[in-house]
């Protein structure tokens, strides 16, 4: 198992640097929300909205959402960042 750094956040924080990290990544990958939505089974809508406020977004969707991504959730930074 990597030593991995886990962020030191609170909840406030982890989820405005993770709205920062989620459009970063989708920005740099070339996915649209669209894209993103059909991915990870919500309709493309639902997912603008909660995107701009994951803290309202259903746990199931985030997790998905960062999968979808390769984002980790515990350092959210992208698999390949590591």
């Known amino acids: 198992m990597s030593k991995t750094k886990r962020l030191q956040l609170t909840g406030a924080e982890y989820l405005q640097q993770a709205e920062t990290v989620i459009a970063e990544t989708m920005r740099l990958k070339g ?33 998905a959402l960062l999968d979808e991504l390769e984002i980790d959730p515990f350092t959210l930074q992208t698999k390949n960042q590591k």
């Open 31 to 63: 996915v649209s929300k669209t894209e993103v939505a059909e991915a990870v089974g919500v309709h493309r809508i639902t997912l603008i909205r909660q995107l701009k406020d994951v803290g309202k977004m259903p746990v199931s969707v985030f997790t």
